[in-house]
């Protein structure tokens, strides 16, 4: 089958690879749309010890079960594989389970294919009137429904009183915006350095989004999510958090630094680390979604797979305006 292969930082190419093979308990699902992710840039980008080359990224799949009773049932894909015995597993935080696997790490091919194999209980049924580059992006909305989650139960306030920031205008940060709103908060402000991303944020997607540079050195936020997870926007939540406040930290774009320890420890500032999403938090995301509870998930960019390797350099150029691009292995 046609695969997207990593092959050293810096490069992708179209290659066949073998089919695969599910195990007890898995299907195969033949993939319509699969997102690209910060987290493929950055193995793209050579940064990633976990995903050494070669390997098929991608890890954001919607498309139709292949095989088994259930072939042609729509679907959305869980990447996470879990054991589902181990404490972390039977408390429900299945997503801190000690021997998870996700497809595009190995010993997992991941989505940027043709055909990949998973667990039939990582699928959720998409409903018809849901297409398969919406349901692409119940991965990435679940990141950002599970931190609002985590926030919400610290934040010891109303969400309809708390002024919610978010860092970060991409995929991760629009998914945790809509799922702010989606969970009552009222008072949503997006903060995205790069103009055409900003103009699209506010015209298509109806976000209030302003350029870091724009907001008051003085103004403060219940709650700060961080999407995006280097030194300088760790710094800018340590100081946009109030007194009392949240930092919900998703992206992992550097592993350290900027973090302001003493005023987070004399204003009792809360910072949340967050990872994934468990299996409830992706079922109640993508349902969200299916409801018509995140709007019209119309904000992605669609390329064929076989035009994967300049999507991923349009992406590093800042070149795309809209916050995901989905590769399709059959652009029909």
Known sequence: MKALVYTAPRSLSVQTVDEPVPADGEVVVEVASVGICGSDMHAYLGHDERRPAPLVLGHEVAGTIASGPRAGQAV??????????????????????????????PPRPGGFAERIAIPERNLVDVPVHVRADQAALAEPIACGWHAVRLASEALRMACDDAAALVIGGGAIGLGAALSLSANGFANVTVSEPEPARRAYLAEHCGQSVTAPDELAPDRQFHLVVDAVG?????????GAASPGG????????????????????????TFIG?????AGDFRDAAQAMFDGRLGTLDWTAR????????AFADLKAGRVAEPKIVLRPDPA
């Open 76 to 105: 959305t894909v869980n990447p996470l594989v879990t054991c589902g015995r181990c404490a972390a597993c039977r408390c429900g935080r299945d997503n801190l389970c000690p021997h998870r696997q996700i497809i595009s790490m």
């Open 230 to 238: 280097i030194e300088a926007t760790r710094a800018f939540a340590s």
């Open 303 to 310: 390329r064929p797979l076989d035009a994967g390797a300049d």
């Open 246 to 269: 949240v930092i919900v930290h998703i992206g992992l774009g550097s592993a350290s630094g900027g973090l302001d320890i003493r005023r987070m420890t004399l204003q009792e500032i």
């Open 274 to 278: 967050t990872y994934t999403y468990t």
